[in-house]
Each structure stands twice: as structure tokens, then as C-alpha cells.
């Protein structure tokens, strides 16, 4: 039998007399309160919770009762007292707590119900420094932590999702909470505090531009649990940090089943990758296992999609959907001639979402917006006893930022696509050699462990795409390619010019930048440097 301090077994059942209610988040509170009275919990509260509930007709007693203390300073003290914490943290089976609680009138406290400040909704509307610090809650997460800690003899709600739950157990157990459903709010209630805290400390971060604090602390909410992760042996759940970035998080799902592990990662390349692009220009990303199989831009969404799909038919199948504009009817007739797993966009008209709505398993989200390519933000991964985080690579390099290397400048169109091609190489995985031509790409190489590989696939995959369209000769001959990291060698060059490239973008900075340099002014190429490389791994 578990036991608590000094050996106490802890009760299975422990009858709810008191309660505590000090909430932010008032959604369901009166209906609680009224199952809580009604069971004859007798109701304690503060300031702006104790005024809904008595509106609502409930007898509540002031917290101050309690403690024979007014609250003070603006209310940021009225909890943190000892006629508080003592109530939640008395160990009902302990002689000496239970007699320092009759010597100092303490009463004891069977359920805390509380929830916080809402900090992470400020911040996320840009409030000032000023206004989120007094939203960082002092109290709240003191008497969540204790009511946990004690959690032997107190029950701790710190969700409305979690009232009924608790209503349900009193009735079932003659006003009694059970312990597996003690244990289980504890556990709950220390996450949350966690995750607040994890918000407090990385907002506090950002704002002092520590790029390395002494502990890092990264929390987010279950959005749901997954089917399975990657594979089907792996269990997996969607956690969302509150970021009001639009995206796959923040997402709105019309139609279509659960997304999965996979589903989510692939949309989330697709979206962050049409992003680049704003909404001066009609564009289309397709993506397959997080890797574009094919981007284009055009005059129409349905243009976009069309060119897009045309640089891998055969990668696009099963694939991810993206677009910077909302979806129209004549766009969402092409894209049902081919399955598609995920559409994700900023909206969707009345009739696209009719027609795409006769394919049941497709998901189609919409976002209300599109995601700030230039944005400062972190991403996380693990590894064996850590964690990796750097800042997101929201690195821009355009056209007016290129260095011209070679004796040849490109031409304007050139130019375009050049800045084109390497805004899409951003998001392939390295090695990446992304092939363009009049905006749109036209091979793709990706992942590879050779640079030169990667040339060499995006031009074997340009020909299997001609062959498919029909075409004479693959659409790389006089197009553009930009490579994601320098050309260690002239030999990936080489593989490019091959294939019938007319101008390179790459960042520049190898040891031997200038063999490079010699074999494009050789093959009469233009060749620019951007001083900015985007490794994806």
C-alpha cells in the first residue's frame, strides 16, 4: 500500500468537505460549483471567482475568513498564506499537523480548484513587458503544487475539462474522490505548472535575448493522441505550445480523419515552405515525406498547382498540399483528379470546400493566415541525454543580395529564378539541388550524402518528368539550379551544367571556391554567391 510521510497509508476514498475555487478561466465554473454544493461542499473563494458564483445565487465564503487577512496589493497577495497552504498541506493522518491546525485555526482544504493567469494568451496578443509580468501568476501555481504534493488527502483541478470527472466521482463514491483519480489530477496539475513556468521562463528568454539561458524549459498542451508516430510500433501524441503562429497547430480541420504523426510533420514543411512566398503571387507546394516534390508560382492557384505538380507526377500521389491564397472551386477541381492526403491553406471558398468535400478521407485545413517566414522562434530536437534547440531559420536572402562570382551576370530572368530556387531549397533536405525554370521547379534532389548525388537524382528525376509530359527534352535545359550549402568540389557543378543549367545560386565559402568559379566561367555560366547557407537535416 502506498504510503505518504511517516508511514501513513494513503485512503482509497477521501471525502470532498471544503473546496477552494480561485479560477482565471471561469468556462463551466458556476455549473462545478453548483454540482460541488449540491454534493454540501461547502465553497471557499477569491476576488472576481467569488463574485460569478455568488452572482450565480451559491454561498461562498471569502478566502479572507480563512486567513483573518484582507487580500492586499492589487491582489497579488491573498492566497499565500498559512491558513491556505496549511489546509492543502496537513497531513489528515499526521497527530502533529492535525494539532498545529487546531492551534492555529487552520481548516482543512479537500479540493483546490485552480487554474492561472492566462500569460501565454497575453504574450501571444503582444502585450508590453509591463502588462505580461503582471500577468505571471504567484499564487495559483503555489497552491496547485501543494494541493498536488498532498495530493493523499486532496483533490487538485487545474482544467474545466476535468469538472465533470470530479462531479462524477463524488456521486459514485458518496462525495468521495478515489485515489487513482487523486493521483491522476496531481500529475496533471504539475504538468500544467511546468508547462506555465516553461512559457514565463522562455518568454522572459526572447525578450533579454539570452540565446543560451542556464536551463531551458519547453511545455505545450495535448492537442490529441496520435494512432501511432512514424511507424506503428511507436506511440506518439500532438502537443501545441500556444504560439499564435498560423500553421498546422493552429489549424482548422473542415474535413478528413485524424491526421497522423507523419501527416502533421509533412504539412507543416508544406505550409512553412508556401509561406515564403507571402501573397503577391499565387503559389503551390507539394510535399512528400517532409521533402518538396514540387513548388511553383503563377498568375492562379490553379497555375501554381498545375506547374508544381508537373516537376514529379509521380512523388506528388499521397502527398501534402499547400497554398499562400485562399482555395478557389477551379483549383479544388484539379487537385480532386489525384489522391491527395492533406490540403492546408489560409481559407477555402464555399464551393472549393463543396468539391472537395466528395472526398471523404482527404483532411483540408485552413490557417487565417500564413506564417511569418522571418519570424524568430526555436526548434527542439533530441538526442541521447539532451536536447539540440537553435533559433529558427528565418535567414532571407533575395536577389539584391546576391554577389555575382563569375565573368557572366545572369539575366533578369535569370535572377528570378535563381532567388526563386533558392527560397525552395531552404526547405529540401541537405544535400539540396533544386532545379528551376519560370518559377516553378523542375528537379529536385534531396537528402543525400553527396552533393553531386543530388544534382545528379533532380536531373534524372527532370527526365522521368519530360518523359511523362511528353517532352523532347527535360525541362532543366535552361534553367536555373541553387544548391543549399557551397560546392565542395566542381564536380556537383559539373553534374548541373550537364543537365543543362544556365545559372548556379549557392552560398559560397568552400575551400576551393574559385575551381568552382573557374568551371562555370568555363562552361559560360553565371554564377552568384549569397554568403547564407540553409542545411536542413
Keep these: ?40 461542499v461547502e465553497l471557499v473563494s477569491t476576488g472576481g471567482t467569488r463574485t460569478a458564483l455568488e452572482a450565480a445565487g451559491l454561498k461562498v465564503r471569502d478566502v479572507s475568513e480563512l486567513t483573518a487577512f484582507p487580500e492586499i496589493m492589487d491582489g497579488r497577495v491573498k492566497t499565500l498564506h498559512p491558513g491556505v497552504h496549511g489546509g492543502l498541506l496537513g497531513i489528515r493522518d499526521d497527530a502533529e499537523h492535525q494539532a498545529a491546525m487546531a492551534e492555529h485555526s487552520i481548516a482543512e482544504i479537500d479540493l483546490a480548484v485552480v487554474n492561472l493567469y492566462p500569460f501565454e494568451e497575453t504574450v501571444a496578443k503582444g502585450a508590453d513587458y509591463a502588462t505580461s509580468v503582471e500577468n505571471i501568476d504567484i499564487g495559483g501555481p503555489a497552491m496547485i503544487r501543494a494541493a498536488a504534493k498532498n495530493h493523499a488527502y486532496v483533490t487538485v483541478v487545474t482544467d474545466p475539462d476535468d469538472y465533470d470527472r470530479v462531479l ?16 491522476e ?72 480523419k485524424q491526421l497522423s504523426y507523419n501527416n502533421i510533420n509533412d504539412t507543416d514543411a508544406a505550409f512553412e515552405l508556401v509561406s515564403e512566398f507571402g501573397t503577391e503571387r499565387a503559389a503551390c507546394a507539394i510535399i512528400k515525406h517532409a521533402n518538396p516534390c514540387g513548388v511553383a508560382v503563377g498568375d492562379s492557384l490553379v497555375e501554381a ?47 472549393a470546400r463543396q468539391i472537395l468535400s ?22 527542439v530536437r533530441t538526442v541521447a541525454g539532451g536536447l539540440l534547440v537553435q533559433t529558427r531559420d528565418n535567414g532571407h536572402v533575395g536577389a539584391q543580395d546576391f554577389k555575382v562570382v563569375t565573368k557572366r551576370a545572369p539575366d533578369a530572368r535569370e535572377l528570378s529564378d535563381l532567388a526563386f530556387a533558392f527560397r525552395v531549397a531552404k526547405h529540401v533536405k541537405s544535400n539540396a539541388i533544386v532545379y528551376a525554370r519560370d518559377g516553378a521547379t523542375v528537379g529536385i534532389g534531396a537528402g543525400q550524402m553527396s552533393r553531386v548525388d543530388s544534382a545528379r537524382i533532380a536531373a534524372r528525376k527532370a527526365e522521368d518528368a519530360a518523359q511523362v509530359l511528353g517532352l523532347e527534352a527535360p525541362l532543366t535545359r535552361g534553367s536555373v539550379v541553387a544548391s543549399d550549402a557551397f560546392f565542395p568540389f566542381a564536380d556537383g557543378l559539373l553534374s548541373a551544367i550537364e543537365a543543362g543549367a544556365t545559372a548556379v545560386v549557392q552560398p559560397g565559402g568552400s575551400m576551393r571556391d574559385q575551381d568552382v568559379i573557374d568551371a562555370a566561367d568555363e562552361a559560360g555560366i553565371a554564377m552568384v554567391f549569397t554568403g547564407m547557407r540553409h542545411f536542413r537535416h
Design 168 to 183: 462524477e466521482a463524488l456521486a459514485a463514491n458518496d462525495g468521495s474522490v478515489p485515489v487513482a483519480l487523486r493521483r
Design 1 to 40: 500500500m502506498a504510503v505518504v510521510s511517516k508511514n501513513h497509508p494513503v485512503p482509497e476514498l477521501v471525502r470532498v468537505r471544503r473546496a477552494l475555487l480561485s479560477v482565471s478561466d471561469k468556462s463551466g465554473l458556476v455549473a462545478f460549483a453548483q454540482g460541488l454544493a449540491a454534493a454540501g
Design 305 to 351: 498547382y498545375r506547374r508544381a505538380l508537373e516537376c514529379d507526377q509521380t512523388s506528388a500521389f499521397g502527398g501534402i498540399l499547400a497554398f499562400n491564397q485562399v482555395l478557389d472551386a477551379n483549383t479544388a477541381e484539379e487537385i480532386v483528379k489525384l489522391f491527395t492526403e492533406v490540403i492546408i491553406a489560409p481559407d477555402a471558398s464555399e464551393e
Design 358 to 379: 466528395a472526398k471523404k478521407n482527404l483532411r483540408l485545413m485552413i490557417t487565417g493566415g500564413l506564417a511569418d517566414p522571418l519570424a524568430p522562434g526555436l526548434t
Design 185 to 256: 489530477l496531481a500529475a496533471l496539475a504539475f504538468a500544467r505548472t511546468a508547462a506555465y513556468d516553461a512559457a514565463v521562463s522562455g518568454w522572459f528568454a526572447g525578450e533579454l535575448a539570452l540565446e543560451a539561458p542556464r536551463h531551458r524549459a519547453f511545455g505545450g498542451r495535448l492537442v490529441e493522441v496520435m494512432r501511432y508516430g512514424e511507424n506503428p510500433h511507436q506511440a506518439a501524441a500532438f502537443y501545441a505550445t500556444g504560439d499564435k503562429r498560423p500553421g498546422v497547430a493552429s489549424a482548422q480541420l473542415l474535413q478528413g
